[in-house]
């Protein structure tokens, strides 16, 4: 797995811009900012994106005895064919430029943080501002960096950029100098290139797991040992009573069957109607539409279960208790490492019920599909239902 640091600016004289404390840690994204810049306003940002069609144009780079195609462009003539997605986001920091005139001229799906631009800081002859961590939403393999300076008179600059892998934080990968200034040369890194102006990835650069682990004691039920009319259609009452369990509320997979059953629909799988018939118990709860695996991963640090929809086909989810399916439920009870500890009703038996998925595979057939989840939460005291024959205070 391979994480990522945003860029670093690198010049010869300091921008001058407000002081910030140190970036934390753990960090995905980093860039550095080598330059030499005095006055002005400034804007700094790097673009993530997916493949296919961020660098479409086919330039070539000249040399004495020919000209061949760029190894950026051939490059992505080939993702093009084979990865059909497009994501984009920009991350920016500025200083003595308003915020919100940055984010306002930002397309609102491609827009994340604007931060404030740290002051720069002495590297021998350098001066050197290190922005970041950003973290991408969804895997990433291009990073464009950009600098304006309003006024500035003429100053060199390179950009960086970090990634982090299991064995730690990456070296510095530098683009190539804008301006007159001989840096300090940058090692390459197995992995990422530096491509003039844009960084790709050989892999897709992705949040990192969140550090340690969570387990929730999520009891395990099998909707197979329901009734055998039922047994391979209630994945998703199943999952509830799992979830309701957790949370002290016990009743039987068949008991929430009978509850949620949309007869014109002839299903047991209607969102909403989970939803309602946990509330009927004095449980709340909500549907989400997940963006990644930090926002799941918060819900388990804080005992929250989650039940998610998933969809996969054979080979796609190692482990599964069913090879494939169209659409199933299971409960997300905690994660260790790169597993994600899931309760998966379709197993044959309660005590097979609980097991480990692999992160990365799991993220694909959920959040890279509908990525929808159910989470419930128990109901705080003095918000329980009103008495048989009454009406609720207000009406």
């Not at 994480?3 to 010869?12: F, I, N």
């Not at 086919?58 to 003539?77: Q, T």
């Not at 604007?114 to 922005?131: H, I, K, T, W």
């Amino acid at each position: 797995m391979i994480s990522c640091c945003g860029p670093s600016l690198v010049g010869s004289e300091p921008p001058s811009t407000p002081a910030m404390g140190a970036t934390p840690v753990p960090r995905l994204l980093r860039q550095r900012v080598v330059s030499a810049a005095r006055r002005g306003g400034c804007l700094d940002c790097v673009t993530c994106a997916t493949v296919p069609d961020t660098f479409a144009e086919g330039h070539e780079v000249r040399r004495p005895f020919g000209a061949r195609r760029c190894k950026r462009c051939a490059r992505d003539a080939e993702s093009r064919d084979a990865e059909p997605r497009l994501n984009t986001e920009i991350f920016a920091a500025v200083s003595a430029i308003p915020t919100e005139a940055v984010t306002a001229v930002i397309p609102p799906s491609c827009r994340r943080t604007v931060d404030a631009l740290p002051s720069a800081v002495s590297e021998g002859a350098d001066a050197v501002m290190d922005l970041g961590p950003w973290r991408p939403r969804a895997d990433v393999r291009h990073f464009v960096p950009a600098l304006s300076v309003l006024g500035a008179s003429a100053f060199a600059f390179r950009f960086e950029l970090a990634v982090k892998s299991t064995a730690g934080w990456s070296p510095w990968i530098a683009t190539t100098t804008m301006g007159a200034a001989d840096f300090s040369p940058s090692p390459p890194v197995d992995g990422i290139e530096s491509q003039i102006d844009v960084w790709t990835s050989r892999a897709g650069v992705m949040s990192p797991t969140p550090g340690g682990s969570a387990r929730l004691s999520v009891p395990a039920l099998s909707q197979m040992e329901a009734d055998p009319a039922l047994a391979s259609r209630i994945c998703s009452p199943t999952s509830v009573a799992m979830v309701l369990g957790y949370l002290g509320v016990g009743v039987t997979p068949e008991r929430l069957a009978a509850d949620v059953f949309h007869p014109a629909l002839d299903i047991y799988g209607v969102w909403p109607a989970a939803v309602s018939a946990a509330a009927r118990r004095g449980v709340l709860g909500y549907l989400l539409r997940f963006p990644d695996w930090t926002a799941a991963a918060w819900c388990l640090d804080h005992g929250l279960p989650i039940i998610a929809s998933v969809r996969y086909e054979a080979d796609e989810l190692t482990g599964a208790a069913i090879a494939a399916t169209t659409g199933h439920l299971v409960v997300l009870t905690g994660y260790d490492g790169d597993d994600v500890l899931v309760n998966d009703p379709a197993a044959a038996t309660a005590d097979t019920v609980p097991r480990r998925y692999r992160r990365r595979e799991l993220e694909r057939v959920w959040l890279e599909r509908a990525g929808v989840g159910y989470v419930f939460f128990k109901a705080p005291s003095g918000s329980a239902p009103p008495r048989p024959g009454t009406r609720p205070h207000g009406d």
